[in-house]
C-alpha cells in the first residue's frame, strides 16, 4: 500500500495554513485591484509631490492643478495677451528642472494660460484676456509651495537663504508677487550664505519666442 512520505499528522495542518496565506494574497490582491481601478486617472504624483526635495514633476492633473491657481483650462491658447518669461531655480548650485507640460493636459485637449511647452524654463503666457499673471501662480500650477523662506519642502535657515532674482536684480518681499512679464529672467536660488556663485541675468532667447 502507497504510503506518502513524512509526517501524515502535518499534511492538515500544512494545508490549512497555505490555504489561509492564499486568502491573505487575495483579500490584498483585491484591495489594490480597486485602489487603481478607481474612476477618473490615477494621479502618481499626489498635491503635495512639489512638497518635498527636487525633482519636481509637472502634476498629473492640470485640470485641478490649474483650478487651485485661479486660472481656467481653455480649448485653445488665447493671444490676446501672449508673452514668455523665463525660469531658473537652483538649489545649492544645482538647476532644478521645471518639467516640460504644466498646465497642459493633452488627453483632453486643454491648455492653461499659464504653461510650459517643454524643459528650457520658459513660461508661456498666452491669454484670451488681459491680466496680471504671477510666478506665485505658476508654482501653484506646478504644485511647488513658494514663499519668502521656502520653496518645494526646502525651507531658508540654517545658514541657507532664498533669494529671487529678476534680470540679475535681487526683489525683495514674497517672491510668489512676481509678475511674469515679457522676456524677464526669473532666477530662484536657494543658497548658503557664503555662496557667491553668480546669479542668471538673462537667457538666450531662441527665435521665434
Known amino acids: 500500500m502507497f504510503r506518502p512520505p513524512g509526517n501524515v499528522l ?29 474612476p477618473g486617472r490615477p494621479d502618481p504624483h499626489p498635491v503635495g ?21 485661479g486660472l481656467e483650462m481653455l480649448a485653445a491658447e488665447g493671444m490676446v ?9 537652483l538649489v545649492d548650485g544645482r538647476p532644478v528642472t521645471v518639467p516640460a507640460s504644466i498646465g497642459i493636459d493633452a488627453p483632453r485637449r486643454l491648455i492653461s494660460p499659464l504653461h510650459t511647452h517643454d524643459t528650457s524654463g520658459v513660461i508661456h503666457v498666452e491669454s484670451p484676456k488681459r491680466a496680471k499673471f504671477t510666478l506665485g501662480q505658476f508654482m501653484t500650477e506646478w504644485r511647488v509651495p513658494l514663499s519668502a523662506d521656502r520653496i518645494g519642502g526646502l525651507h531658508a535657515g540654517g545658514g541657507r537663504h532664498l533669494k529671487a532674482y529678476v534680470n540679475g536684480r535681487a526683489v525683495t518681499g514674497n517672491p510668489a508677487a512676481i509678475v511674469l512679464r515679457e522676456r524677464d529672467e526669473i532666477a530662484l536660488v536657494l543658497a548658503r550664505d557664503t555662496d557667491t556663485r553668480p546669479v542668471p541675468a538673462s537667457y538666450a532667447w531662441p527665435s521665434g519666442l
Not at 19 to 34: K, M, Y
Open 10 to 38: 502535518a499534511t492538515p495542518r500544512l494545508a490549512a495554513a497555505v490555504a489561509a496565506l492564499l486568502a491573505v494574497a487575495a483579500v490584498t490582491a483585491l484591495a489594490v485591484q480597486g485602489a487603481t481601478a478607481a
Open 49 to 69: 509631490a512639489g512638497e518635498g526635495a527636487p525633482p519636481w514633476p509637472a502634476p498629473a492633473d492640470p485640470v485641478a492643478a490649474a483650478k487651485s491657481a
Open 81 to 89: 495677451q501672449h508673452t514668455h518669461t523665463h525660469l531658473d531655480v
